[in-house]
């Protein structure tokens, strides 16, 4: 599939840190509990590391007990593409950034409501992009 942001994979090795290029374009996956945002709370937008999509809204994160970050809906559905992934001996649905392939995670049918969903997602194919406040911050 071609994507909007297609490069090579010498490009994606430049920009992104080893641990990044294994998860994002390799298919790999975090330790749980280990991450970045598994046991973040603040408010904000998550967005793809590699490319900037927005992925999903803090306002839907959940605590899901699997150590990794977990939502129940994307902010932008047209930018979270679902993929059947065989690996591993099992079948389960990958998600990946429409943009520009990343690999964010996975997602299953055992999350709470509205949606039932839950995008099961690495940290380190996300960055928070944190709500602005309303008043300044104190001197």
Known sequence: MSRPDHRSEAEWREILSPEEFRVMRQKGTERPFTG??????QAGEYRCRCCGALLFDAATKFDAGCGWPS??????PANVEEVEDFSHGMYRMEVVCTQCGAHLGHVFNDGPAPSGLRYCINSVSMRLDEAKRDTPDPA
């Open 36 to 41: 970045e945002y598994w046991n973040v709370w």
């Open 71 to 76: 939502f129940h809906s994307a902010a932008t």
